[in-house]
């Protein structure tokens, strides 16, 4: 079973910081990386799939990278909106299995 | 607009089995797509438990493997999740969802808390 490790697991931040949350992955095996932000009480929103395409509707500050083992979703210039946890999400493609890292939880300074 | 709506019991007892259903609005789940049930114990992260296709073919994760069932009435319009067996570390919130490119689940229910309480 693939396993996703995110650093930090928790980050404190001021408007304006650009942020950069990594996820690892512990193998390299074909699939697909999403990124999610999740807000108190609310359901996960997608941010970006196949690791650095921008789901409709989110901000382009939002942006994702990597492949293998490592990938990244950066924040350019975080705004008030934006803080809150972020959840990766790998789909390994055979046996299709579900995975999601541990989560990065984004704090004012 | 695609919309989500989780609905089952908030309380179940250990060892008897837990149901949800999600009911879908705005698209045709016999039109494609693959849909899953995700879960987060309070305080805690997400956990992807199963995923169904429209045709039937069931995803599971094999840490819930056994005491899990998905499946989709395209009739409904809705499919739903069982767990068998509860215990007190299967309280969480049950989220369903919509997969779309890679999985990427792109449209989510608002969530139905479920509690394992005798």
């Known amino acids: 079973d693939i396993q996703l490790t995110q650093s930090p697991s928790f980050l404190s931040a001021s408007v304006g910081d650009r942020v950069t949350i990594t996820c690892r992955a512990s193998q390299a095996v074909d699939g697909y990386l999403a990124w999610y932000q999740q807000k108190p009480g609310k359901a996960p929103k997608l941010l970006i799939y196949?690791?650095?395409t921008l789901q409709s509707g989110v901000p382009s500050r939002f942006s994702g990278s990597g492949s293998g083992t490592e990938f990244t979703l950066t924040v350019s210039s975080l705004q008030p909106e934006d803080f809150a946890t972020y959840y990766c999400q790998y789909l390994t493609s055979y046996p299709r299995e579900v995975t999601f890292g541990g989560g990065t939880k984004v704090e004012i300074k | 607009q695609v919309q989500l709506q989780e609905s089952g019991p908030g309380l179940v007892k250990p060892s008897e089995t837990l149901s949800l259903n999600c009911s879908v609005s705005g698209y045709s789940i016999s039109s494609g797509h693959y849909w899953a049930w995700v879960r987060q114990p309070p305080g805690k992260g997400l956990e992807w438990i199963a995923t169904?296709?429209?045709?039937?073919?069931?995803y599971y994760n094999p840490s819930l493997k056994g005491r899990v069932t998905i499946f989709a009435d395209t009739s409904k319009n809705q499919f739903s999740l069982k767990v068998s067996s509860v215990t007190a570390a299967d309280t969480a919130v049950y989220y369903c969802?919509?997969?779309?490119?890679?999985?990427?689940?792109?449209?989510w229910g608002q969530g139905t808390l479920v509690s394992v309480s005798p």
């Open positions: 969802a919509r997969c779309g490119s890679g999985w990427s689940m792109d449209f």
């Open positions: 169904v296709y429209q045709n039937g073919f069931t």
């Open positions: 196949g690791a650095s």
